[in-house]
Protein backbone atom coordinates (compact mmCIF):
# COMPACT_ATOMS: atom_id res chain seq x y z
CA UNK A 1 0.00 0.00 0.00
CA UNK A 2 1.52 3.21 -1.33
CA UNK A 3 0.74 6.39 0.44
CA UNK A 4 -2.34 7.69 -2.01
CA UNK A 5 -4.17 4.47 -1.42
CA UNK A 6 -3.77 4.69 2.75
CA UNK A 7 -5.05 8.73 2.16
CA UNK A 8 -7.64 7.52 0.28
CA UNK A 9 -8.37 4.42 3.14
CA UNK A 10 -8.46 6.66 5.96
CA UNK A 11 -10.98 9.01 4.31
CA UNK A 12 -13.00 6.65 3.03
CA UNK A 13 -12.94 5.06 6.87
CA UNK A 14 -13.39 8.18 8.11
CA UNK A 15 -16.59 8.24 6.38
CA UNK A 16 -17.44 5.53 7.69
CA UNK A 17 -17.74 6.03 11.24
CA UNK A 18 -19.94 9.13 10.44
CA UNK A 19 -22.96 7.63 12.39
CA UNK A 20 -20.80 5.77 15.23
CA UNK A 21 -19.20 8.97 15.49
CA UNK A 22 -22.26 10.91 15.66
CA UNK A 23 -23.61 8.70 18.43
CA UNK A 24 -20.71 9.06 20.42
CA UNK A 25 -20.60 12.48 20.10
CA UNK A 26 -24.21 12.74 21.48
CA UNK A 27 -23.78 11.03 24.51
CA UNK A 28 -20.38 12.98 25.41
CA UNK A 29 -22.81 16.07 24.76
CA UNK A 30 -25.68 15.00 26.72
CA UNK A 31 -23.89 13.55 29.59
CA UNK A 32 -21.56 16.66 30.60
CA UNK A 33 -18.84 15.65 33.57
CA UNK A 34 -16.67 18.23 35.06
CA UNK A 35 -13.04 17.88 35.60
CA UNK A 36 -12.28 14.01 37.40
CA UNK A 37 -15.68 12.94 37.43
CA UNK A 38 -15.67 11.81 33.22
CA UNK A 39 -16.93 7.87 34.15
CA UNK A 40 -19.48 8.35 31.79
CA UNK A 41 -17.39 9.71 29.13
CA UNK A 42 -13.95 7.91 29.68
CA UNK A 43 -16.44 4.53 29.77
CA UNK A 44 -17.51 5.10 25.98
CA UNK A 45 -14.60 5.85 25.07
CA UNK A 46 -12.95 3.12 26.32
CA UNK A 47 -15.64 0.96 25.45
CA UNK A 48 -15.80 2.07 21.21
CA UNK A 49 -12.15 1.05 21.30
CA UNK A 50 -12.00 -2.09 22.80
CA UNK A 51 -15.11 -2.87 20.02
CA UNK A 52 -12.66 -2.08 17.32
CA UNK A 53 -10.29 -4.25 18.59
CA UNK A 54 -7.53 -1.65 20.67
CA UNK A 55 -6.07 -3.16 23.58
CA UNK A 56 -7.47 -0.81 26.71
CA UNK A 57 -5.93 0.32 29.55
CA UNK A 58 -8.34 2.33 32.10
CA UNK A 59 -6.96 4.97 34.97
CA UNK A 60 -3.68 5.11 33.37
CA UNK A 61 -0.91 7.99 35.69
CA UNK A 62 -3.66 6.91 38.67
CA UNK A 63 -6.05 8.97 37.29
CA UNK A 64 -9.80 7.07 37.50
CA UNK A 65 -10.97 8.82 34.30
CA UNK A 66 -7.70 8.20 32.40
CA UNK A 67 -7.25 6.11 29.48
CA UNK A 68 -4.78 4.70 26.48
CA UNK A 69 -5.54 2.44 23.83
CA UNK A 70 -3.56 0.32 21.42
CA UNK A 71 -3.54 -1.18 18.44
CA UNK A 72 -0.58 -1.61 15.83
CA UNK A 73 -0.87 -1.57 11.99
CA UNK A 74 0.67 -3.84 9.63
CA UNK A 75 2.49 -6.38 12.35
CA UNK A 76 2.85 -9.36 9.69
CA UNK A 77 6.37 -8.84 10.40
CA UNK A 78 6.15 -9.79 14.25
CA UNK A 79 6.15 -8.02 17.08
CA UNK A 80 9.81 -6.82 16.91
CA UNK A 81 9.22 -5.07 13.50
CA UNK A 82 6.20 -3.49 14.71
CA UNK A 83 8.11 -2.46 18.19
CA UNK A 84 9.82 -0.22 15.18
CA UNK A 85 7.41 1.38 13.48
CA UNK A 86 6.40 4.49 13.81
CA UNK A 87 3.85 5.69 17.18
CA UNK A 88 1.00 8.51 16.50
CA UNK A 89 -1.32 9.10 19.17
CA UNK A 90 -5.08 11.21 19.19
CA UNK A 91 -5.55 13.01 22.47
CA UNK A 92 -9.05 12.89 23.05
CA UNK A 93 -10.10 15.06 26.18
CA UNK A 94 -14.18 15.18 27.55
CA UNK A 95 -14.37 16.91 30.05
CA UNK A 96 -17.32 20.28 30.47
CA UNK A 97 -17.43 22.94 32.22
CA UNK A 98 -19.36 23.54 35.53
CA UNK A 99 -23.02 24.97 34.91
CA UNK A 100 -22.54 25.17 31.33
CA UNK A 101 -21.94 21.83 30.01
CA UNK A 102 -19.67 21.70 27.05
CA UNK A 103 -18.80 24.79 26.04
CA UNK A 104 -15.12 23.86 24.96
CA UNK A 105 -16.72 21.73 22.97
CA UNK A 106 -14.47 18.62 24.49
CA UNK A 107 -17.53 16.44 23.39
CA UNK A 108 -16.23 16.92 19.85
CA UNK A 109 -12.21 16.57 20.81
CA UNK A 110 -13.06 13.40 21.75
CA UNK A 111 -14.84 12.67 18.77
CA UNK A 112 -12.45 13.51 16.42
CA UNK A 113 -9.91 11.83 17.78
CA UNK A 114 -10.98 8.49 18.10
CA UNK A 115 -12.45 8.32 14.66
CA UNK A 116 -9.04 9.54 13.20
CA UNK A 117 -7.36 6.56 15.44
CA UNK A 118 -10.13 4.34 14.06
CA UNK A 119 -9.69 5.58 10.55
CA UNK A 120 -6.06 4.68 10.85
CA UNK A 121 -6.83 1.12 12.14
CA UNK A 122 -9.01 0.33 9.05
CA UNK A 123 -6.80 1.28 6.45
CA UNK A 124 -4.45 -0.46 7.99
CA UNK A 125 -1.68 1.71 8.66
CA UNK A 126 1.45 0.71 9.12
CA UNK A 127 2.32 2.17 12.64
CA UNK A 128 1.12 2.21 16.22
CA UNK A 129 -1.72 3.96 16.78
CA UNK A 130 -2.22 5.04 20.29
CA UNK A 131 -5.42 6.98 22.01
CA UNK A 132 -5.27 8.79 24.98
CA UNK A 133 -8.13 9.57 27.14
CA UNK A 134 -7.16 12.93 28.84
CA UNK A 135 -9.31 14.16 31.69
CA UNK A 136 -9.73 17.25 33.51
CA UNK A 137 -8.13 20.29 30.50
CA UNK A 138 -10.33 22.84 32.44
CA UNK A 139 -9.22 22.22 35.74
CA UNK A 140 -6.16 19.92 37.55
CA UNK A 141 -4.49 19.13 34.10
CA UNK A 142 -4.78 15.41 33.34
CA UNK A 143 -2.31 15.57 30.39
CA UNK A 144 0.28 16.89 33.58
CA UNK A 145 -0.14 13.82 35.57
CA UNK A 146 -0.02 11.70 32.37
CA UNK A 147 3.28 13.57 31.28
CA UNK A 148 5.08 13.36 34.66
CA UNK A 149 4.23 9.59 34.73
CA UNK A 150 5.80 9.37 31.15
CA UNK A 151 3.02 8.05 28.88
CA UNK A 152 3.72 10.22 25.90
CA UNK A 153 7.52 9.65 25.98
CA UNK A 154 8.61 8.19 22.52
CA UNK A 155 5.54 9.51 20.29
CA UNK A 156 6.07 10.78 17.01
CA UNK A 157 3.15 12.88 17.15
CA UNK A 158 0.66 13.68 19.50
CA UNK A 159 -2.33 15.51 17.99
CA UNK A 160 -6.14 16.75 18.76
CA UNK A 161 -8.19 18.88 17.13
CA UNK A 162 -10.21 22.16 18.53
CA UNK A 163 -13.53 23.44 17.72
CA UNK A 164 -13.56 27.06 18.16
CA UNK A 165 -14.71 30.21 16.45
CA UNK A 166 -11.87 30.21 13.63
CA UNK A 167 -9.51 27.61 12.05
CA UNK A 168 -5.67 27.59 12.41
CA UNK A 169 -2.78 25.57 13.42
CA UNK A 170 0.42 26.84 15.18
CA UNK A 171 -1.46 28.99 18.08
CA UNK A 172 0.96 27.88 21.21
CA UNK A 173 -0.37 28.64 24.78
CA UNK A 174 0.95 30.25 27.86
CA UNK A 175 2.00 28.50 30.63
CA UNK A 176 -0.01 28.54 33.85
CA UNK A 177 -0.52 27.95 37.45
CA UNK A 178 -2.79 27.92 39.49
CA UNK A 179 -2.77 28.51 43.47
CA UNK A 180 -4.77 29.19 46.20
CA UNK A 181 -3.57 31.56 49.31
CA UNK A 182 -5.54 30.73 52.67
CA UNK A 183 -5.67 32.97 55.21
CA UNK A 184 -6.21 32.14 58.74
CA UNK A 185 -7.45 34.44 61.17
CA UNK A 186 -9.29 34.85 64.59
CA UNK A 187 -12.72 35.26 65.13
CA UNK A 188 -14.69 37.99 67.34
CA UNK A 189 -17.41 40.26 67.42
CA UNK A 190 -16.64 42.90 64.60
CA UNK A 191 -18.17 45.47 66.95
CA UNK A 192 -18.10 44.58 70.36
CA UNK A 193 -14.74 43.54 70.57
CA UNK A 194 -13.16 44.11 67.15
CA UNK A 195 -10.07 43.60 68.73
CA UNK A 196 -9.95 40.28 69.86
CA UNK A 197 -10.02 39.22 66.60
CA UNK A 198 -7.48 38.64 63.34
CA UNK A 199 -8.76 39.71 60.44
CA UNK A 200 -8.00 37.08 57.45
CA UNK A 201 -10.09 38.67 54.65
CA UNK A 202 -7.81 41.65 55.60
CA UNK A 203 -5.14 40.13 54.56
CA UNK A 204 -6.87 38.86 51.27
CA UNK A 205 -7.29 42.13 50.62
CA UNK A 206 -4.17 43.64 50.94
CA UNK A 207 -2.91 40.92 48.63
CA UNK A 208 -5.53 41.64 45.90
CA UNK A 209 -4.18 45.08 46.35
CA UNK A 210 -0.27 44.13 45.94
CA UNK A 211 -0.74 41.67 42.89
CA UNK A 212 -2.91 44.31 41.35
CA UNK A 213 0.05 47.21 42.18
CA UNK A 214 2.52 44.39 41.05
CA UNK A 215 1.41 43.53 37.40
CA UNK A 216 2.56 46.99 35.70
CA UNK A 217 6.40 45.89 36.75
CA UNK A 218 5.69 42.51 35.47
CA UNK A 219 6.66 41.14 31.90
CA UNK A 220 4.37 41.95 28.87
CA UNK A 221 3.54 38.45 28.37
CA UNK A 222 2.31 37.83 32.09
CA UNK A 223 -1.60 37.44 32.90
CA UNK A 224 -2.57 37.24 36.83
CA UNK A 225 -6.24 37.18 37.60
CA UNK A 226 -7.85 35.86 40.59
CA UNK A 227 -10.75 35.78 42.53
CA UNK A 228 -12.20 35.66 46.60
CA UNK A 229 -12.94 32.46 46.68
CA UNK A 230 -14.13 33.07 50.89
CA UNK A 231 -14.62 36.04 52.11
CA UNK A 232 -16.22 35.19 55.89
CA UNK A 233 -19.76 34.19 57.20
CA UNK A 234 -21.22 37.32 58.75
CA UNK A 235 -20.40 41.20 58.66
CA UNK A 236 -20.73 40.77 62.85
CA UNK A 237 -17.53 38.33 63.06
CA UNK A 238 -14.28 39.18 62.42
CA UNK A 239 -13.29 36.94 59.44
CA UNK A 240 -11.21 33.96 60.52
CA UNK A 241 -10.75 32.20 57.48
CA UNK A 242 -10.77 34.18 53.98
CA UNK A 243 -9.12 32.52 50.64
CA UNK A 244 -8.14 33.72 46.81
CA UNK A 245 -7.67 31.71 43.97
CA UNK A 246 -5.54 32.63 41.22
CA UNK A 247 -4.11 31.89 37.95
CA UNK A 248 -0.58 32.80 36.82
CA UNK A 249 0.49 32.97 33.34
CA UNK A 250 3.53 33.65 31.07
CA UNK A 251 5.11 32.92 27.59
CA UNK A 252 7.81 30.65 28.79
CA UNK A 253 8.26 28.48 32.56
CA UNK A 254 10.83 30.80 33.81
CA UNK A 255 8.91 33.64 33.10
CA UNK A 256 5.97 32.07 35.36
CA UNK A 257 8.06 30.96 38.07
CA UNK A 258 9.30 34.74 38.47
CA UNK A 259 5.62 36.32 38.30
CA UNK A 260 4.33 33.60 40.50
CA UNK A 261 7.19 34.09 43.00
CA UNK A 262 6.41 37.79 43.17
CA UNK A 263 2.70 37.28 43.82
CA UNK A 264 3.96 35.09 46.66
CA UNK A 265 5.89 37.89 48.00
CA UNK A 266 2.69 39.92 48.00
CA UNK A 267 0.97 36.49 50.23
CA UNK A 268 3.24 36.95 52.72
CA UNK A 269 3.82 40.24 53.09
CA UNK A 270 0.23 40.65 53.77
CA UNK A 271 0.05 37.81 56.48
CA UNK A 272 3.17 39.06 58.13
CA UNK A 273 1.20 42.59 58.36
CA UNK A 274 -2.30 41.23 59.70
CA UNK A 275 -0.87 38.49 62.02
CA UNK A 276 -2.78 35.73 60.23
CA UNK A 277 -1.43 32.04 59.10
CA UNK A 278 -1.05 31.76 55.11
CA UNK A 279 -1.13 28.65 53.59
CA UNK A 280 -0.09 28.06 49.87
CA UNK A 281 -1.90 25.44 48.00
CA UNK A 282 -0.17 25.28 44.11
CA UNK A 283 -1.94 23.49 41.23
CA UNK A 284 -0.66 21.65 38.60
CA UNK A 285 1.72 23.50 36.13
CA UNK A 286 0.73 23.88 32.53
CA UNK A 287 3.90 24.11 30.66
CA UNK A 288 3.68 26.64 27.27
CA UNK A 289 2.46 24.95 24.16
CA UNK A 290 5.72 24.33 21.10
CA UNK A 291 3.92 22.84 18.14
CA UNK A 292 6.05 20.83 16.28
CA UNK A 293 6.57 23.08 12.87
CA UNK A 294 6.72 19.72 10.31
CA UNK A 295 2.96 19.40 11.61
CA UNK A 296 1.92 21.90 11.75
CA UNK A 297 2.86 22.24 7.78
CA UNK A 298 1.48 18.75 6.85
CA UNK A 299 -2.06 19.39 9.09
CA UNK A 300 -2.74 22.64 6.91
CA UNK A 301 -1.81 21.23 3.91
CA UNK A 302 -4.72 18.28 4.54
CA UNK A 303 -7.22 20.74 6.10
CA UNK A 304 -7.01 23.58 3.06
CA UNK A 305 -7.34 20.15 1.42
CA UNK A 306 -10.72 19.16 2.82
CA UNK A 307 -12.18 22.92 2.10
CA UNK A 308 -10.85 24.66 5.13
CA UNK A 309 -10.11 28.21 5.26
CA UNK A 310 -7.38 28.97 8.14
CA UNK A 311 -6.17 32.31 9.57
CA UNK A 312 -2.30 32.50 10.64
CA UNK A 313 -2.11 32.17 14.34
CA UNK A 314 -0.27 35.97 15.39
CA UNK A 315 -3.79 37.25 13.79
CA UNK A 316 -5.56 36.00 16.65
CA UNK A 317 -6.06 37.83 19.83
CA UNK A 318 -5.54 36.70 23.30
CA UNK A 319 -3.98 33.16 24.23
CA UNK A 320 -5.11 31.09 26.84
CA UNK A 321 -3.52 27.87 28.31
CA UNK A 322 -3.96 24.26 28.36
CA UNK A 323 -2.23 20.65 29.81
CA UNK A 324 -1.52 19.69 26.28
CA UNK A 325 1.48 22.44 26.48
CA UNK A 326 3.38 19.84 28.72
CA UNK A 327 2.78 17.00 26.39
CA UNK A 328 4.42 19.29 23.71
CA UNK A 329 7.98 18.67 25.77
CA UNK A 330 7.71 15.24 25.68
CA UNK A 331 7.21 14.19 22.36
CA UNK A 332 6.04 16.58 18.80
CA UNK A 333 2.88 18.16 18.92
CA UNK A 334 -0.13 19.68 17.23
CA UNK A 335 -3.41 21.17 18.64
CA UNK A 336 -5.35 22.03 15.85
CA UNK A 337 -8.23 24.56 15.61
CA UNK A 338 -11.14 23.98 13.50
CA UNK A 339 -14.30 27.02 13.56
CA UNK A 340 -17.90 25.65 14.20
CA UNK A 341 -19.48 29.09 14.58
CA UNK A 342 -18.21 32.50 14.47
CA UNK A 343 -16.84 34.34 17.22
CA UNK A 344 -19.57 37.30 17.62
CA UNK A 345 -22.68 34.33 18.02
CA UNK A 346 -21.07 32.15 20.61
CA UNK A 347 -17.53 32.72 22.43
CA UNK A 348 -15.92 29.76 23.76
CA UNK A 349 -16.75 29.36 27.34
CA UNK A 350 -20.65 30.36 27.09
CA UNK A 351 -23.69 29.33 26.74
CA UNK A 352 -24.07 30.11 23.18
CA UNK A 353 -20.82 27.96 22.56
CA UNK A 354 -22.57 24.86 24.26
CA UNK A 355 -25.37 25.49 21.99
CA UNK A 356 -23.10 25.40 18.95
CA UNK A 357 -21.13 22.38 19.99
CA UNK A 358 -24.33 19.99 19.29
CA UNK A 359 -24.87 21.50 16.16
CA UNK A 360 -24.97 19.94 12.59
CA UNK A 361 -22.53 22.47 11.65
CA UNK A 362 -20.23 20.98 14.47
CA UNK A 363 -20.58 17.50 13.21
CA UNK A 364 -20.04 18.40 9.85
CA UNK A 365 -16.80 20.14 10.79
CA UNK A 366 -16.23 17.18 13.47
CA UNK A 367 -15.78 15.17 10.60
CA UNK A 368 -13.37 17.12 8.70
CA UNK A 369 -11.22 17.08 11.77
CA UNK A 370 -11.70 13.25 11.70
CA UNK A 371 -9.86 13.13 7.97
CA UNK A 372 -7.74 15.98 8.69
CA UNK A 373 -5.94 14.18 11.67
CA UNK A 374 -5.90 10.97 9.52
CA UNK A 375 -4.25 12.06 6.30
CA UNK A 376 -1.77 14.03 8.91
CA UNK A 377 -0.87 10.92 10.71
CA UNK A 378 -0.82 8.70 7.20
CA UNK A 379 1.88 11.92 6.05
CA UNK A 380 4.17 11.21 9.15
CA UNK A 381 4.08 7.62 8.23
CA UNK A 382 4.67 7.67 4.93
CA UNK A 383 5.80 11.13 3.17
CA UNK A 384 9.27 10.38 2.21
CA UNK A 385 11.16 13.11 4.92
CA UNK A 386 8.56 13.58 7.22
CA UNK A 387 9.15 11.58 10.17
CA UNK A 388 12.54 12.24 9.72
CA UNK A 389 12.29 15.97 9.49
CA UNK A 390 9.79 15.73 12.82
CA UNK A 391 12.19 13.35 14.60
CA UNK A 392 14.93 15.75 13.68
CA UNK A 393 13.93 18.90 14.90
CA UNK A 394 12.25 17.50 18.24
CA UNK A 395 16.00 16.40 19.02
CA UNK A 396 17.28 19.50 18.26
CA UNK A 397 14.82 21.53 20.49
CA UNK A 398 15.14 19.35 23.21
CA UNK A 399 18.92 19.20 22.88
CA UNK A 400 18.74 23.42 22.77
CA UNK A 401 16.49 23.52 25.85
CA UNK A 402 19.22 20.99 27.61
CA UNK A 403 21.84 23.50 26.56
Known amino acids: MDRQEARAKVVQAAEGLDRELR ?37 VAGLSTALRA ?16 PTIAFLAEYDALPGLGHACGHNLIAAMSVGAALACQAADLPARILLF ?17 G ?10 VHPSTYSTCGR ?64 NIVP ?7 YVRAATLPTLELAYSRALACARGAAEATGTRLEIEQQSTYRERVESPQLI ?4 ENAHGLGVETVAPDTIKGVGSSDIGNVSHAAPTIHAYLKIVDADKAPSHSHAFTEAAGTEEALRVMLIGVKALALTAVDVVMKPGLLEGV ?13
Open 23 to 59: ALNEYLYMNPEVAYQEFKASARVAETMEAHGFEVERE
Open 133 to 149: GTPAEEAGGGKVAMTDA
Open 70 to 85: EWVGDASGGAAMSDNR
Open 297 to 300: GAFL
Open 391 to 403: RAEFAARRAGARG
Open 172 to 235: GSLAMRGFKLKYYGKPAHASGRPDQGINALEAAVQTYVAINGLRQHLPTDVRIHGIFSHGGAAP
Open 151 to 160: LFDGLDAAMM
Open 240 to 246: EYAELYY
